[in-house]
Antibody, heavy 119, light 108 residues
Framework: QVQLVESGGGVVQPGRSLRLSCVGS????????MHWVRQAPGKGLEWVAL????????YYADSVKGRFTISRDNSKNTVDLLMNSLRGDDTAVYYC????????????WGQGTLVTVSS | SNELTQTPSVSVSPGQTATITCSGD??????VYWYQQKPGQAPVLVMY???ERPSGIPERFSGSSSGPIVTLTISGVQAEDEADYYC???????????FGAGTKVTVL
């Protein structure tokens, strides 16, 4: 069965960096664009970033553009999110999500990893 | 604008019908997708392409579309349907994605 497992969350000081990772299994990883979506405590879902199936195309939400970098390694079935210059409003649960191959929705999600930005 | 607007909350008695709407400037050109999220859990897709129900989602969940408004309907609501529901869409090239602010469905 399809599984997505995130890791790397934790407590980090403002201005510092953190790398999240997500490993996929149970499907052809390199057939799917992958995304990160976050959810601040008590708030709604916010799309963060996407990476194409082959890693050549990347897009970001305006709120993270220039600070976050998404990457993937299809040989390891992983997608990472490098978060630099973290701010308090980046505090959230970060979900890794698989995008359906041909349509613009997320058919599988990980359980999320919590990032807390605090001094 | 690519914003999606949802009613913040809906309260419904068991067995009744819950109606959740999502509207946006980009609709109906772009499809809307719906997710159910229960506390402490990841979102789960419950509707795609406005009206298509994924396998495993109960038949009481249905979707409809009329102009710029897309609707998720839960007929014969059960206690287990109490959750937050989010609509989601994307631009025509799939470069930018947006979620509605969510609708909290409370089963009385």
């Amino acid at each position: 069965q399809v599984q997505l497992v995130e890791s790397g969350g934790g407590v980090v000081q403002p201005g510092r960096s953190l790398r999240l990772s997500c490993v996929g299994s149970g499907f052809n990883f390199n057939n799917h664009p992958m995304h990160w979506v976050r959810q601040a405590p008590g708030k709604g879902l916010e799309w963060v970033a996407l990476i194409s199936y082959d890693g050549t195309i990347k897009y970001y939400a305006d709120s993270v553009k220039g600070r976050f970098t998404i990457s993937r390694d299809n040989s390891k079935n992983t997608v990472d999110l490098l978060m630099n210059s973290l701010r308090g409003d980046d505090t959230a649960v970060y979900y890794c999500a698989r995008r359906e191959a041909y349509m613009f929705y997320f058919d599988y999600w990980g359980q999320g990893t919590l990032v807390t930005v605090s001094s | 604008s690519n914003e999606l607007t949802q009613t913040p909350s809906v309260s419904v008695s068991p067995g009744q019908t819950a109606t959740i709407t999502c509207s946006g400037d980009g609709l109906p050109k772009q499809y809307v997708y719906w997710y159910q999220q229960k506390p402490g859990q990841a979102p789960v897709l419950v509707m795609y392409k406005d009206t298509e129900r994924p396998s495993g989602i109960p038949e009481r969940f249905s979707g409809s579309s009329s102009g710029p408004i897309v609707t998720l309907t839960i007929s014969g609501v059960q206690a287990e349907d109490e959750a937050d529901y989010y609509c989601q869409s994307a631009d025509s090239s799939g470069k930018q994605y947006v979620f509605g602010a969510g609708t909290k469905v409370t089963v009385l």
